[in-house]
């Protein structure tokens, strides 16, 4: 993936792809001082750019660094970068971590290194699939109490276990894995957040100890536009039996629905065809949708 063409911006200045390297004594790959995102650009426009932004600044914050640039910096960079790679629909990261000035697991004084970089990603899971629903495996680590990790960032470093489950989900000829919490309630996948329908109302975990995704808070926005009834609650695993229908949802997964969680089965139905339309519908540029 390091050797492709086009450019990726790195604090400041846009790089040929293949010159954005880092030493490897970097701080970030050793201590996990790294927080990042994951933005999708549809159509020429990154979708809620600002608020992806925000949360890299949020993330960093939660780590105890500022990131050198604004948001407005940010914005502008990835939309540059976007314009320079040429894509209309892409993936854009962007990611933030302390340098190699020093060793330890002190790094008070290492630079705040900032870059993006855009490609084209165009479905997290197999698009052919997608309507059937995927299958998911029970991942064995479990979400980390706040009190263990710093929950509400998206840092590097939490995808540790995510990477470790989804590796073993897959060695099994699963997709993903849902992760249950250090409490043992359903969380989330290993990169997107999950929701249940039950009797014609959905369901989906409290955020409390995982990423609240911003999909997720764009697909609640949606379901109530729409009129269904959203329950946002502690979901046991042994509810799932219940469950008429499950979907995950994401920047890279977008709407993906579910057809089985370990033993149990789903049918993808009504309400998440619909939101997989209606999120579609909502990340078009205006401008695109009106043509
Ligand atoms: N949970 C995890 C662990 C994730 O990696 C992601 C993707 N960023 C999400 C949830 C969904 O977040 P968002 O909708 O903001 O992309």
Known sequence: ???????????????????????????????????FEGERAYGGEIFKLREH?????????ILGFDLPY????????????LRRQGFADAYVRPIAWRGSESMGVSAQKNRINVAIAIWQWPSYFDPEQRMKGIRLDIA?????DPRTAPSRAKASGLYMICTIS?????????????????R????EATGANVFF????????????????????????????????????RTILPEELEGFSECFLCGTAAEVTPV????PYSFQPGEITRRLVEDYMAEVTPKRLAAE
């Open 1 to 35: 993936f390091d050797q492709l063409d086009g450019q990726i911006w790195f604090n400041g200045e846009f790089l040929p792809w293949k010159d954005a390297k880092i030493h490897v004594l970097t701080h970030g790959l050793h201590y996990a001082s790294s927080v």
């Open 53 to 61: 932004t925000e949360r890299l600044i949020a993330s960093g914050k």
């Open 70 to 81: 604004s948001a407005e910096e940010i914005d502008a960079a990835c939309n540059e970068l």
């Open 140 to 144: 064995e680590y479990c979400r980390p």
């Open 166 to 182: 989804k590796h073993a989900a897959e060695a099994k000829g699963y997709a993903d894995a849902l992760m249950l919490d250090w």
């Open 184 to 187: 043992g309630h359903v969380a």
């Open 197 to 232: 329908v039950k009797d014609g109302v959905i369901h989906t975990p409290d955020p409390d100890c995982f990423l609240d995704g911003i999909t997720r808070r764009t697909v609640i926005d949606l379901a109530q536009r729409r009129g269904y009834k959203v329950v946002v």
């Open 259 to 262: 057809s089985e969680v370990g």
